[in-house]
């Protein structure tokens, strides 16, 4: 069957259409994506502006019309924190849905992180044991751990690299002082969370998700890209510190010329960077591994497990 996910984050709105059936993986046949950083449309009293929302609901259009088109046998539309934390984000909603037609399912942090995990063991199976994952999307960061095909223990903070960038790294390129505003901050509030792993085993495998770690990792130096059949694209929490210094020097602008920074991710890759070096410190984390699997495939996956 073909399935297609539209995703609605802090960053981007994505549709990512594939060919799936239950008990097997999900086949990639189209990908359409809006850059909008909703995050700079969030206004003083917290909700979306006229602007925003206007952007918002074209960008949607534009994937339903695409998503139409593919002869979709289904469509699972979602948003994430940038909509379920907006003031006017039910407004937001109705008006997306009867000016395009897409009832968008807002996701809890809860459930993100729950459908990162699964999406994280279903990629590395059984086998691989007690996980802890690390996923940053342009609102939020979340955590989790465990050995089952849901985490033992979810969080999600208000630490994604959109957010991060407008809260603290107000100049371009930030200056020293934001730097280690943002990295303080982020230390205390995964600090105050970690309280909930503790009991937790060690983990078997360290494992990051979405855009923003991917492109880390491949600043870093790894030596894969993290996609193909079991492709291990690997991150030192070593050659990130290393990177982060050169990297916030750098204007936005320029940052698509390093290795792996696309200019989606130019303007908050910075800011990404410093909160999972935080993240990977604060959870005693020395390096992790990439997983080219996220939240969308754990809605794919979530979808064919109901159908079967």
Do not use: C
């Amino acid at each position: 069957m073909r399935l297609g996910v539209l995703d609605v984050g802090s960053n981007t709105v994505h549709l990512l259409v594939v060919d799936a059936h239950p008990g097997a993986g999900p086949v990639p046949t189209t990908s359409h994506k809006s850059v909008l950083r909703l995050m700079r449309y969030i206004t003083p009293d917290g909700s979306i502006s006229d602007e925003g929302v206007d952007a918002l609901v074209n960008a949607v259009q534009s994937a339903a019309d695409i998503a139409a088109s593919h002869n979709l046998d289904a469509l699972l539309p979602m948003a994430t924190s940038a909509v379920r934390e907006a003031t006017n984000g039910e407004a937001t909603l109705r008006r997306i849905h009867e000016e395009t037609g897409v009832d968008l399912q807002v996701l809890s942090g809860e459930e993100e992180a729950r459908l990162t995990f699964l999406a994280i063991r279903r990629w590395y199976g059984w086998s691989a044991g007690n996980i802890l994952v690390f996923d940053i999307g342009g609102g939020s960061l979340e955590i989790t751990q465990g050995s089952d095909e849901y985490p033992d223990v979810a969080v999600s903070l208000p630490l994604g690299a959109g957010r991060s960038t407008i809260s603290f790294l107000h100049n371009d390129p930030p200056t020293e002082e934001q730097v280690i505003n943002l990295a303080e901050h982020a230390n205390r509030v995964i600090t105050e969370a970690s309280v909930l792993f503790e009991g937790q085993p060690k983990p078997d495998h360290i494992v990051g998700s979405s855009k923003t770690i991917r492109s880390l990792g491949k600043l870093a130096g790894s030596s894969s890209d993290g996609v193909g059949k079991r492709a291990r694209n690997k991150l030192s929490v070593k050659k990130l510190s290393n990177w982060l210094p050169r990297l916030a020097q750098i204007p936005a602008h320029a940052r698509p010329a390093l290795p792996g920074i696309t200019e989606d991710r130019a303007f908050q890759i910075t800011a990404g960077g410093i909160v999972l070096r935080e993240a990977m410190t604060v959870m005693g984390a020395e390096k992790l591994e990439v997983s080219p699997w996220a939240l969308r495939e754990g809605v794919i996956m979530r979808y064919l497990d109901q159908l079967d």
